[in-house]
Structure formats: C-alpha cells, structure tokens
C-alpha cells in the first residue's frame, strides 16, 4: 500500500483549495496561482536525504531497509510516493518541503501536513 505526499507553493490569494490542487497536478494541468519550483534544487535536496536514490529522466526511485520511494515531479509540484514509509522518511520529507516554503499535501487525509 502507498503513502503519498505532495507538495507546491502557492501565491498569495489562491482560490483553489489543497484537494483541487492536488486533482490538477495529478492530472497535469497547470495550476493558476502556483509557482514553479526550483526542480534542481529540488531534487538535489532529496539526493542529499536519500543516499544511493537513483534518477531516470522523469522520476527518482529509493529502496531502503522494508521501504521504498519515488518522486516525481511537474514544473508546479513534487509527488512523493512512499511505500512503508519509516518515520525518519516522513520527517525528511516535511524538511524538504520547508526548505522550499511548500505546504505538504497528504491526500489520504485530505489535509495539509502541519510543519
């Protein structure tokens, strides 16, 4: 079973709220009102956690002890796909995004990660 987690940054008086944003970057859309994130930098942050992740042209895959992960990403937002997610994980997941000034989507609760 996955985990997922997503995270973007949105400008100041977006109207969408945090379930529609992730409905349209999971479908591709661009997204009125979010910013491009700086994707080097971006997953430069997850290589640095992540130590031996592997990166295809579209995506950055990571097994640990009993988990998995992969991300991908769009110029407006970076899914997180966790499979028995540890804690130390999710934590570095919640720093990557603050590091950017993201909010972190978790849409299996349908709300936004407190940070």
Not at 13 to 42: A, F
Request: proline fraction near 6%; charged fraction near 20%.
């Amino acid at each position: 079973m996955s985990y997922d987690l997503v995270m973007w940054r949105a400008q100041p008086g977006l109207s969408l709220g945090p379930p529609q944003i992730y409905e349209q970057t999971c479908e591709g859309q661009h997204v009125d009102g979010l910013e491009d994130l700086p994707l080097d930098r971006v997953t430069a942050s997850v290589k640095e956690r992540f130590l031996g992740i592997e990166q295809d042209i579209y995506e950055l895959n990571w097994a640990g002890d009993g988990e998995t992960l992969q991300v991908t990403w769009s110029p407006q937002h970076v899914h997180f796909e966790c499979h028995g997610p540890s804690e130390d994980t999710l934590a570095h997941l919640v720093q990557i995004a603050a590091e950017f000034q993201c909010v972190l989507y978790d849409p299996q609760a349908g709300e936004l990660v407190n940070m």
